[in-house]
């Protein structure tokens, strides 16, 4: 019974290795604005890109008829490859901008309505 080790219960969970490492603090609001500006320089230029792109209506057109292609035909698919991944860009692109987008609007407006609400209130 000596050789018996039992496991003890009382050590702290490892379960958050970061917990002590996350800054509690606000960011400040030139940071906040910064970053948001940021945010739209992105979108844009991911707008741009993607308007940069010829003939995306045909793109979408042709997606699920290449994605049909390329199952009938898969020695012949590195032509249709092309076509896929690019229109898949664009879609998720598209969800990124739109993302970045809305979020630094969103962003700005808090810190402009924060603002406000605290002149108020002095």
Do not use: H, Q, W
Request: proline share 2%; net charge positive.
């Amino acid at each position: 019974m000596a050789d018996l080790k039992i496991p003890n219960l009382n050590k702290n969970s490892d379960k958050y290795f970061f917990k002590k490492k996350l800054s509690l603090r606000r960011k400040s609001k030139s940071k906040l604005i910064n970053e948001s500006f940021i945010m739209i320089f992105f979108s844009a230029l991911i707008f741009y890109l993607i308007y940069l792109i010829p003939n995306k209506i045909s793109i979408f057109k042709n997606l699920f008829i290449n994605f049909s292609k390329l199952f009938a035909n898969f020695l012949d698919s590195i032509s249709y490859i092309y076509e896929i991944c690019l229109s898949i860009f664009i879609i998720f692109s598209l969800i990124f901008s739109l993302i970045l987008f809305i979020g630094s609007f969103s962003r700005i407006l808090k810190v402009v309505k924060r603002k406000t609400s605290r002149l108020n209130l002095k």
